[in-house]
């Protein structure tokens, strides 16, 4: 989305377009006040950053993330 779009605008946009993480971000605080406002205002619903968390969260699950010790490389 680069350059066209607010970091706001770019975060809003890849979140309502099925992205459940946002990586390499230029600013995560904009990010985070776009998706909470989109959030907030209806525009992306509470569901869907749910729907994320939850497919996050079975990812980490299934290579073992959820279990302390593995949590950190060597």
Not at 18 to 41: H, N, Q, T, W, Y
Request: glycine share 10%; no cysteine; aromatic share 4%.
């Amino acid at each position: 989305m680069g350059a066209a779009f607010s970091p706001e605008e770019a975060a809003v946009g890849a979140v309502a377009a099925g992205s459940d993480m946002l990586v390499r971000l230029p600013d995560v605080g904009a990010a985070f006040r776009g998706i909470k406002a989109a959030v907030e205002s209806g525009r992306i619903p509470q569901a869907r950053i749910e729907q994320s968390v939850r497919r996050i969260l079975e990812a980490k699950a299934r290579v073992g993330l959820d279990i302390p010790k593995n949590r950190f490389a060597d």
